[in-house]
């Protein structure tokens, strides 16, 4: 299906704060404390974009390689991930981390009353400082990928995993606000991954009713635009997505058509055809999920106009509208 969104300009040739805001609510009668509750929200003010964008090969998703936290030159350095994804086991074998607790907070009660969400924040703010660790291949069903990357970023530094964060708390306020319970892959707590096997199994183990991927993109300059991933129908080792491929597709349809609303931002004019739909078997957090799952890439990185979209804080705020009103929709039938 199509969408219809703002005119973009034709791509170039292809080379393939947080300052936490704390607010306390306390109620006193004579002579006696009741009570307090602290509510923390994010604003992430972000940095801009530059004019100047350098191509990448890199893709958000996992997978992808790119810049650290505040290195554009380091990112335009980077080699795509498919320099060391040579389909090769991992010389050893590692035990990462615990699986994080749910990051959820009581669900109201609402329409989602009784459904869980899991959000799945791409990459992870301290996986730059983790490459041993992050660069280590985990079986992803079909064959062995790195266990995670450190994403993408703008030019002038804004990070993937600055940005997907941001948007994951947004949604998640969101969702509750529905009465659904909402559980995290991973809420910067963490000081690397979780990896892309490991994310997946925290949806699977949830059992959860949808779980949506936040990712923002690393293509070339003048590559404008969101698309969504959805699986591709694999039974190979461990993966088979044979009975998740139908109610993703209904999930990515109508957080595509939401997206598109409530952003304003246009379907990819460099992936999907026009749809904004993208469908992939290289992904080991969709081949390896046993429960409705899709990847978002909210705009490139490295285009400066795009970048000036998911440096916004408003903008950022209508993204997570418009991925919670299309979770929202599928949820409800």
Known sequence: MSYVGPDFDPPGPRRSRRGPVTVAVAALVPGALVGWLVWQAVGDSGGGGSTSATSTTSS????????????????????????????????????????????????????????????DPGHNPGNFQHSADI???????????????????????????????DVARRLRTLLQQEGATVKFTQDGDRSWGPCVDER???????????????????????????????????????????????????LGERIAGNFVRDTGSAPSNYIGGGTGLDVRSDLGGLNLSTVPKVFIECGNMRDSKDAALLTSGAWRQKAARGISEGIVSFLRG
Request: glycine share 12%.
């Open 200 to 250: 997946a199994r925290i949806g699977n183990d949830a059992h959860a009713d949808a779980v949506v991927s936040i990712h923002a993109d690393g293509s070339a300059a003048g590559n404008r635009g969101f698309h969504v991933i959805l699986p591709a129908s694999i039974h190979s080792g461990g993966a088979d997505t044979r009975a998740i491929v139908a109610p993703s597709r209904d």
């Open 60 to 119: 958000g998703a996992p997978g992808a390689s790119s810049a650290a936290p505040g290195s554009a030159s380091a990112a335009a350095r980077t080699p795509s991930a498919s320099g060391t994804d040579d389909g090769k086991p991992p010389s050893s074998t590692f035990s990462g981390p615990a699986t994080p607790a749910a990051s959820d907070l009581p669900a109201a009660a609402g329409p989602l009353k009784g459904k869980v969400v899991v959000i």
């Open 135 to 165: 660069n280590r291949k985990v079986n992803i069903g079909t064959n062995w990928k790195e266990c995670d990357t450190t994403g993408t970023s703008t030019n002038a530094g804004y990070t993937e995993a600055r940005f997907t964060l």
